[in-house]
């Protein structure tokens, strides 16, 4: 995913305030502590396939740091970042513990810039992939189940267990498609910038950073993305209706 190189303890009071600040809405409304614990298996579905999809795409091109080092496990507890797991609970974007890889060791029928940028790609596009396969589970569900089994409680509670997985890993995929340091999307235009432009991001990264920052904190990123949030959720959400005719 992404790895920072500031201070950790300016994001540990970010992340501070901000349960602080939203922990006694949850406590007076039952119903949006509910959607928020419903949203857990969400989180840790997105985080775990997230990362074990960027040390998958690296190891498939010649880099064995992730499978040394553990990484390729579906087991959520090697993948979960503590801060980046709160926000993506509490805000709908966030991150997990980085994958370590190595570009040197990738296949030499490829540049290492190109085969980052695969590698950088391969989080987001399995969070997308897995959008995918819930929304198709969502509506196979509706399609086959009746609506005895959807309007009862277990049925509620699965439907919006879906729900929230597919709008988390939607979020998480979109978030990390931002083209800033230290996000994956940094990595993925690379291969496309003019050499001149290559060298001067490189330069000024830690410019990147703070501007990653500003907009994080200041929320400005979350409007960002949010359209695109939209947007891919109501195509999806229309591809999936349109599979099972409803």
Do not use: C
């Amino acid at each position: 995913m992404f790895n920072f190189s500031f201070d950790k303890r300016i994001v540990y009071v970010i992340i501070a305030i901000m349960v602080i600040t939203t922990v006694a809405d949850y406590i007076t409304n039952p119903s949006a502590l509910f959607a928020l614990l419903a949203s857990i298996p969400g989180v840790l579905i997105a985080i775990t396939f997230h990362e074990f999809a960027h040390g998958f795409a690296a190891y498939k091109l010649g880099d064995n740091t992730a499978k040394m080092e553990g990484r390729l496990s579906l087991n959520p507890f090697d993948h979960l970042d503590p801060i980046g797991s709160l926000l993506l609970l509490f805000a709908g974007f966030g991150w997990g513990k980085p994958v370590h890889v190595n570009p040197s060791n990738y296949t030499r029928k490829m540049s290492m810039e190109k085969g980052e940028a695969i590698v950088s790609l391969a989080g987001p596009l399995m969070n997308f992939i897995l959008a995918i396969v819930f929304t198709l589970i969502y509506f196979a569900i509706w399609k086959f189940a009746g609506l005895g089994f959807i309007y009862s409680t277990t049925g509620r509670i699965i439907m919006l267990l879906i729900s929230a997985t597919i709008s988390i890993n939607i979020g998480l995929g979109v978030f990390n498609l931002i083209p800033l340091p230290p996000l994956d999307g940094s990595k993925i235009i690379m291969p496309f910038l003019p050499y001149n432009a290559k060298q001067w991001f490189r330069n000024n990264e830690y410019i990147f950073y703070i501007v990653f920052v500003v907009i994080w904190v200041t929320g400005i990123a979350g409007r960002i993305i949010s359209p695109v949030i939209e947007l891919i959720s109501t195509g999806i959400m229309t591809l999936g209706s349109m599979i099972f005719g409803i």
